[in-house]
Nanobody, 131 residues
Framework: QVQLVESGGGLVQAGGSLRLSCAAS????????MGWFRQAPGKQREFVAV????????YYADSVKGRFTISRDNAKNTVYLQMNSLKPEDTAVYYC????????????????????????WGQGTQVTVSS
């Protein structure tokens, strides 16, 4: 079972930036897609971004495209989410997750993954954007 630990959340003003990190334990990290999801109060968890196992392809939710960048360092078993031009509507708990299967490639599939595609989740990190 892979364990995921997020960090980097906090309070930021609108227009600011934050970088989230997610450190993974276990040997499956380098063969699995990694994703970020978020959940705002009273709302369902929603997809934010995903990167394939090699780091070559990505897929973003329309709401964050052009502002957020997902990246990974397989040598460090870590995935990142750089968030720029933050808006109050980005306020949520952000979760990282690891795909259930090896070598999934949502960028190549040209579709967003669902939460069911992911087998392990972090505990979440709060991001609050003030207006």
């Amino acid at each position: 079972q892979v364990q995921l630990v997020e960090s980097g959340g906090g309070l930021v003003q609108a227009g600011g930036s934050l970088r989230l990190s997610c450190a993974a334990s276990g040997r499956t990290f380098s063969s699995r897609a990694m994703g970020w999801f978020r959940q705002a109060p009273g709302k369902q968890r929603e997809f934010v971004a995903v990167m394939n196992w090699s780091g070559r392809t990505t897929y973003y939710a329309d709401s964050v495209k052009g502002r957020f960048t997902i990246s990974r360092d397989n040598a460090k078993n870590t995935v990142y989410l750089q968030m720029n031009s933050l808006k109050p509507e980005d306020t949520a708990v952000y979760y990282c997750a690891i795909d259930r299967a090896d070598y999934s490639d949502y960028g190549a599939y040209d579709r967003a993954p669902t939460a069911r595609d992911f087998g392990s989740w972090g505990q979440g990190t709060q991001v609050t954007v003030s207006s």
